[in-house]
């Protein structure tokens, strides 16, 4: 019923910079965070940068003076300006929702879009 719509990723120079866009489709009754994970090859999932539900960003030190995330409540949209981007950037990027989704009996659940790649050439 809740599903995330990403767009943006691509294949960039060292230096160059990346907007991604993430937009939830569905009902929703409440957030309680949004944002964008990554995985890298071999390593495991890692936060990027997420709003949290008290409008507290969290960045992971790596991207922190970097990455900018912005949102639209209204829209229910999270966009990931990326600039400086490096060799290490390199992962593919997931989209994030922490939700209550109205109607039905469904509670509190995790939703994840599919993934978009992001490759930083050296």
């Known amino acids: 019923q809740v599903q995330l719509m990403e767009s943006g990723g691509g294949l960039v120079q060292v230096g160059e910079s990346l907007r991604l866009s993430c937009a939830a489709s569905?009902?929703?009754?409440?957030?309680?965070?949004m944002g964008w994970y990554r995985q890298a090859p071999g390593k495991q999932r890692e936060l990027v940068a997420v709003?949290?539900?008290?409008?507290?960003?969290n960045y992971a030190d790596s991207v922190k003076g970097r990455f900018i995330l912005s949102r639209d409540n209204t829209k229910n949209t999270v966009d990931l300006q990326m600039n400086s981007l490096k060799p290490e950037d390199t992962a593919v990027y997931y989209c994030?929702?922490?939700?209550?989704?109205?109607?039905?009996?469904?509670?509190?659940?995790?939703?994840w879009g599919q993934g978009t790649q992001v490759t930083v050439s050296s």
């Open positions: 994030y929702l922490d939700l209550i989704p109205r109607g039905g009996g469904r509670g509190r659940y995790d939703a």
């Open positions: 569905g009902s929703i009754f409440s957030i309680f965070a």
């Open positions: 709003f949290g539900s008290g409008g507290r960003i």
